[in-house]
């Protein structure tokens, strides 16, 4: 995005704005981009246990439990 590679969720891909959370803080930050302004590529080598250290375990196990939750049918 504008020149900067990191990974991210897309939230959505819209002719107004792409929205995305960067996972490369904690907590994800929600950015929005122009169209045309973001290049989605695959084969990154950054990986989640790069940033699972600034959660501890309470806040790891509250995300686990939203998951959990989140998926259910």
């Known amino acids: 995005m504008d020149g900067e590679s990191m ?3 897309v939230l959505s891909e819209g002719k107004q704005r792409t ?3 960067d996972l490369t803080s904690a ?3 929600q ?5 045309g302004s973001v290049k989605f590529t695959g084969g990154s080598d950054w ?3 790069s940033v699972i250290g600034a959660y501890n ?3 790891l196990a509250a995300i686990l439990t939203y998951l959990r939750a989140a998926i259910k049918p």
């Open 57 to 59: 375990d309470s806040e």
């Open 19 to 21: 929205v995305l959370y």
């Open 27 to 29: 907590p994800p930050v």
């Open 47 to 49: 990986r989640h246990s």
């Open 7 to 9: 990974p991210v969720l």
């Open 31 to 35: 950015r929005n981009a122009e169209p």
